[in-house]
């Protein structure tokens, strides 16, 4: 079992970083690869940035590559998402998620666990 807390949501203006952190219990967190996904209002829930935990390759979704950075931490049992030149059509509720899948890491039906969801608000 994995319990996730998303944390370091904010309001920023257009161009500027933010730094999320999702903060996992349990004693297996390198056992799992994590993803972000975000949910725009009115709109249905998009992959964001995953990390496999094999060889901790990356991934992005096309409207963040370049600008958002996925990193994480086992020994701190956190996942970073990186958030540079934000746009305004980044705003949305964040989430973190973990899955035991090696695999699909784009995939939201993949994940097991997710975290409660952090706003970020980009004004333009």
């Known amino acids: 079992q994995v319990q996730l807390v998303e944390s370091g949501g904010g309001l920023v203006q257009a161009g500027g970083s933010l730094r999320l952190f999702c903060a996992a219990s349990?004693?297996?967190?390198?056992?799992?690869?994590m993803g972000w996904f975000r949910q725009a209002p009115g709109k249905e829930r998009e992959f964001v940035s995953g990390?496999?935990?094999?060889?901790?390759?990356?991934y992005y979704a096309d409207s963040v590559n370049g600008r958002f950075t996925i990193s994480r931490d086992n020994a701190k049992n956190t996942v970073f998402l990186q958030m540079n030149s934000l746009k305004p059509e980044d705003t949305g509720v964040y989430y973190c998620?973990?899955?035991?899948?090696?695999?699909?890491?784009?995939?939201?039906?993949?994940?097991?666990?997710w975290g409660q969801g952090t706003q970020v608000t980009v004004s333009s």
């Open positions: 998620a973990a899955t035991t899948l090696p695999y699909g890491v784009r995939r939201m039906r993949n994940y097991d666990y």
């Open positions: 349990g004693r297996t967190f390198s056992s799992y690869a």
């Open positions: 990390i496999r935990l094999s060889d901790e390759n990356t």
